[in-house]
């Protein structure tokens, strides 16, 4: 399990990822249990939140894990081993969130705030293909040690920059995926996690989404969120809790 705390509107609050137990006490305070893994799933003043994922088996051997992808994949990333992309870790959380801000300004996405990585910090793992000294792909991920998971947050991509070449910003997003599944397999984690799965939506940009989670193989699984019934009503009524 993997413990965030963290503040919203001043108020202090508690993200526990991958548990496996509960306590009751936790629904009357301000607390999510994130992808919760236990077998006796927690009721009220606890309240479920659906949500699926997609999981890779990262004990297979790199053929088996390539051989799971589609076609367009697999084409995709044999391209783009002729690109001369470079892929290494990020360790400036700032300039990860410079990069994904304006990725998100682009997108009319939630700009990320300082304080959130701040928090995540000790369990984040961010890697980064660049292209030429620019980059254009980086994704974050939490890691949880015991669980042997990466569980990916965020990723943002270069394509939408003036001079970058869609399909090129589209093979170095690709790559960065398969190269973080290589690295998080040499590291003994047992389990890609995608960070989540639009099931039976009807929005295409979510079906899109979905697609191209979809095409680097692994299952749909359900591992669904419970919320505090403090922080149930505060989703309700002030939007979600990141």
Excluded at 89 to 110: H, P, Q, V
Excluded at 146 to 170: H, Q, T
Aim: positive net charge; glycine residues 8%; charged residues 25%.
């Amino acid at each position: 399990m993997t413990v965030i705390r963290r503040s919203k509107w001043g108020v202090p609050y508690s993200q526990f990822w991958f548990a496996r137990t509960f306590s009751w006490l936790d629904g009357w305070g301000l607390t999510v249990y994130k992808q919760f893994l236990g077998q006796s799933v927690p009721r009220f003043p606890f309240i479920k939140d659906e949500h699926y994922t997609i999981l890779i088996d990262l004990t297979q051997n790199e053929e088996a894990l390539v051989a799971g992808m589609n076609k367009n994949t697999r084409t995709q990333l044999k391209k783009a081993e002729g690109d001369g992309f470079v892929w290494s870790y990020e360790t400036n959380l700032e300039s990860f969130r410079t990069f994904f801000n304006a990725f998100a300004k682009e997108k009319g996405l939630k700009s990320l705030e300082s304080d959130v990585l701040q928090s995540e910090k000790d369990a984040l793992s961010i890697g980064k293909v660049e292209w030429q000294g620019r980059v254009l792909a980086a994704h974050a991920y939490l890691v949880d040690r015991k669980e042997c998971r990466a569980r990916f947050l965020y990723g943002a991509s270069a394509r939408l920059e003036d001079g970058v070449e869609p399909n090129l910003a589209g093979r170095a997003n690709r790559l960065a995926h398969f190269s973080e599944i290589q690295d998080f397999k040499r590291q003994g984690l047992k389990a890609f996690d995608f960070g989540g799965y639009a099931k039976d939506t009807s929005d295409l940009q979510k079906q899109g989404i979905n697609q191209f989670k979809e095409s680097f193989g692994g299952v749909v699984v359900e591992e669904s969120n419970y919320d505090s019934v403090w922080v149930a009503l505060a989703k309700l009524f002030q939007g979600k809790f990141r």
